[in-house]
């Protein structure tokens, strides 16, 4: 018997690569696609602030728009997730239940719900994994049932496992002309909502669009300079480019708009194209494999997004300090590349892996000894990509909790920066208070005297801080912290090493 379908979209907000669906179509009469906006869940749980929000309801509309024109529809229901499903199972007497596998707690959670619920209503549950390039499980099967957790480890136990499994073919009209689609009223009923409607400030507009259409033109446009692509090497871009130097696709990926195995593929294609190509770690793919060791690491260790109950983090006394948390966040740190770096994010909810490297580092062991768990809230709340498994693995890494082990490394926020862009191109873009600083100013614009202050219109401790911290005696007193902590606990730097 065919089913009646809802095909449930959390992330995976795309037609290309999206095997669930697939599988909805060729099992079902009638297929329901349905996004349920459930805002509690949305702002309690996944914190997105306003940018992303934008970003979900562009992706959204061009998800709906997409649907439209192979003969269905996205039905976006609001409402908290059980009652709806509860309230439609029934009305629309569904059998079965599609949703892509997610790894996140509070996604398993949700499924695990889902299921209960099938047992009690009567309808079977689907679900398959597309976020990923592989199902993390396979992985730590072969690690022994834990994860590899280092890349090294990683990419051995992945040469065991072969390539991940190609993507599904695109769907067509035709897929969804072998099932009836929900009654054109429905669509009208459950429409995408405005960002007014939903009361989302109209003035925080990132100049990124989401959805699918946007992400595959990115993607094509990248794939079309195989040059660039074949010799990609990430610590050779550049973090204060006015563009982004690497493909800014993480957008995309994040919410599912762009499936990572399509991208695999083609990377794939053009490097048996080309004479040569880079590798893993800093190769395209390996950018993409360095997301899936952070999947896989965060899928089987307990309180990954947390320091405590953490087993592979560094149990550190961090201070805690809202007034210097606040300065950072805000962009009023004093030093104008770290400033720069965080309007760019506030404004455009995107930054530069290196510049990520630059404000994280500065906000841990490099200048203000803030736990790691600070910064990922505020990058969870507005980076455009933010992502459960990505973003808590790069802040342990950036804060030497976990992963990373040259601790005696910390980057100076003055000349980081002035290696790529000695103009300081980047900070006149998104600090104009400082655009008229001579280039020898522009990233330590507190040693200019206070005539050439007043000559670029911008006096310091007035219209612009000082810096917040005399980084080097910062510096160097959280080197000697981190020193001892690493030797106290000598066990568990050793265990990501
Ligand atoms: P590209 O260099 O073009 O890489 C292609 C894809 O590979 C990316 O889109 C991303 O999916 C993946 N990738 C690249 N670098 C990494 C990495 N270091 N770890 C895991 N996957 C990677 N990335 C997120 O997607 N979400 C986050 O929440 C996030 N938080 C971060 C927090 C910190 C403190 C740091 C240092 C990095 C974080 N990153 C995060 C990783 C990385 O900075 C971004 O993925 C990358 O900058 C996105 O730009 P891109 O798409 O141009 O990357």
Redesign the pocket.
């Known amino acids: 018997m065919p089913h009646r379908t809802i095909h449930l979209f959390r992330k995976g907000l795309r037609l290309h690569d999206n095997p669930t669906l697939l599988a909805a179509l060729e099992s079902s009469e009638v297929v329901y696609p349905v996004y349920i906006l459930d805002r509690k869940f949305l702002t309690s749980v996944m914190h997105i602030g306003d940018l992303r929000w934008h970003f979900l309801l562009q992706s959204l509309e061009d998800l709906q728009k997409n649907l439209c024109q192979l003969g269905s529809c996205l039905l976006v229901i609001q409402g908290e997730y059980e009652s709806v499903l509860r309230d439609h199972i029934q009305k629309w007497n569904i059998t079965q239940v599609t949703l892509d596998a997610e790894m996140e707690p509070f996604y398993k959670e949700m499924e695990a719900n889902i299921r209960r619920l099938g047992e009690e209503l009567g309808f079977e549950v689907l679900s398959l994994v597309g976020h990923s390039l592989y199902d993390t499980k396979r992985i730590l099967d072969l690690n022994g049932g834990t994860p590899p957790l280092t890349y090294k480890r990683f990419l051995h136990i992945l040469s065991l496992l072969g390539d991940p499994e190609v993507p599904v073919r695109n769907l067509t009209a035709e897929d969804f002309q072998r099932c009836r689609p929900p009654d054109p009223g429905l669509a009208e009923c459950y429409r995408v909502p405005l960002p007014v409607d939903l009361k989302i400030s109209l003035e925080s507009l990132s100049p990124w669009r989401g959805g699918e259409t946007e992400g595959l033109q990115r993607l094509e446009q990248h794939l079309t300079d195989q040059g660039w692509v074949a010799s990609f090497t990430?610590p050779r871009?550049i973090p204060n480019s006015l563009l982004?130097s690497?493909?800014?696709?993480?957008p995309y990926?994040?919410m599912g708009c762009l499936s990572v195995r399509t991208f695999f593929y083609r990377l794939s294609n053009i490097y048996a194209q080309a004479k040569h190509h880079s590798l893993p770690p800093v190769s395209?793919q390996g950018?993409?494999l360095?997301?899936e060791f952070?999947y896989t690491v965060a899928s089987a260790t307990p309180n990954f997004t947390k320091m405590a109950g953490n087993p592979i983090c560094l149990q550190i006394n961090w201070c805690e300090d809202a007034e210097r948390l606040h300065k950072w966040k805000t962009a009023q740190t004093g030093f104008p590349w770290i400033d720069a770096i965080m309007t760019q994010l506030r404004q455009e909810g995107w930054i530069?892996?290196l510049a990520?490297?630059a404000v994280?580092c500065f906000l841990t062991r490099g200048d203000l000894w803030i736990s790691w768990e600070e910064?990922m809230k505020v990058?969870e709340e507005l980076?455009l990509?933010?992502?459960y498994s990505?973003?808590a693995?790069?802040?342990m890494?950036?804060s030497a909790s976990a992963f990373f082990h040259q601790y005696t490394r910390i980057f100076c926020p003055v000349r980081f920066g002035r290696r790529t862009d000695p103009e300081g191109q980047y900070i006149r873009k998104y600090l104009p208070i400082l655009k008229n600083f001579p280039s020898k100013y522009i990233y330590e614009p507190w040693t200019a005297s206070e005539e050439e202050q007043k000559q670029a219109g911008c006096i310091i401790g007035q219209d612009y801080p000082f810096p917040m911290v005399n980084h080097k005696e910062a510096s160097d007193h959280n080197l000697q912290l981190m020193k001892q902590v690493r030797e106290e606990q000598y066990r568990t730097a050793q265990l990501t090493r």
């Open positions: 990430k871009t982004p690497t493909t800014g696709l993480s990926f994040s395209l950018q993409l360095w997301r952070f530069h892996h990520r490297h994280a910064g990058f980076l990509d933010a992502d990505i973003n693995g790069n802040w890494w950036l």
